[in-house]
């Protein structure tokens, strides 16, 4: 039996972050990873936005965690994670949109968000070239940005193991033992484990790990494709979110990365629920129409490489953050909706002063978050 104080079930984007912080407040820690490396899952699917430019506190709170700490990681750290401030920009196209958008504003900027409306003439600035055809202008929120998934997640894995962290790789949660309403061991393919807290960040896996403890979590994945151009000099630095929807797709988002290669995503419509992550040949010509329409100066770059990941979606939008009821050591950090790398680092940050001070500070985020929610709400920009 190996012994830990607290055990986090996955090594992805919010179990790797959050596995450091824990270990440098001085907590024994492991993390069981049934892939064999960090950021096998979701994360190496993400393509890099971070942006605490949400619609609701709690995840602009936790957006804002991790800007500063991505602010900060070279030269705290050592570590260079590719991150830019190109910011997100927003354009908008018709006066329903523009009135939703200003509306939003007054609840962004009263969480001391750096973003406000731009004209036209602004949004060309920002993205020279951009089609002029109906655009009234957007929204643009200066300190938000990008970073390389990869290099993000490497950098707290090897913060994580300074620390003294035990990172467990090939190995698969089977079961748990229960007693008095408390995880008392944890079976995997290789090991058994006892924690005083054990903690589910299993991305898409999330919902498996509730049924091995009897309980049903909201969390179901998504497919979701992306893809990436040749590298080419830079041109335009915001991460630019078409929010127009259409029969085929909700809204598509495109940035130019540290490297010069543009990256770019859609929301499919309707969504496409499982666990398939095969390319699809409906992807490129649907997500490159509407990039052109836009931006048709983007039409001579070549894609090197496209790309399916998972979202592990919840009924309204949000994650789940919290105790469980039913079981008293059992913390879920899960259901991020595809945003778990923009999300990952400060919810680690804010976790970890949370267990270690067990302070009142971080309420608001559990209550919003919590799994015993109704789940009526909807997240307005996801």
Known sequence: MKNYDITIIGAGSIGTPLAFYLGRSGLKVAVIEKHSSVGQGQNKSAI?????????????????????????????????????????LFPVFNNYTERALKKLLELQKHFDLQIDWI?????????????????????????????????????????????????????????????NKKITQIQTTKNKYSSGL?????????????????????????????????????????????????????????????????VFCITPQPNIPGVDIDCTSDFLPLVTKRMLTLYPRLRNLRIRRTWRGLYPMTPDGFPIVGYTKEITNLMNLIGMCGQGFMLGPGLGEIIAEYIETKNDKYDSIFKQLSLYRDFSGSEKLK
């Open 48 to 88: 890099g936005g971070v942006r605490a430019t949400h619609s609701d506190p709690a995840k602009i709170l936790i957006g804002q965690k991790t800007i500063n700490i991505l602010n900060r990681m070279e030269e705290e750290f050592g570590f260079q994670v590719d991150w830019m401030t190109g910011g997100y």
């Open 119 to 179: 004209g036209p003439d602004d949004v060309e600035k920002l993205a020279p070239g951009i089609s002029r055809k109906k655009l009234l202008g957007g929204t643009y929120s200066p300190e938000d940005g990008s970073a390389s998934p990869l290099k993000v997640i490497d950098a707290f894995y090897q913060l994580a193991r300074y620390k003294g962290v035990d990172f467990y790789f090939n190995e698969e949660v089977q079961s748990f033992q229960i007693q």
């Open 198 to 262: 054990v903690i589910n960040a299993a991305g898409a896996g999330a919902a498996a790990i509730g049924k091995l403890a009897g309980l049903d979590f909201p969390v179901y994945p998504e497919s979701h494709e992306g893809g990436i151009t040749e590298p080419v000099q830079q041109f335009f630095k915001p991460m630019i979110v078409d929010i127009r929807q259409d029969n085929f797709s909700a809204n598509y988002y495109f940035y130019q990365n540290f490297e010069g290669q543009v």
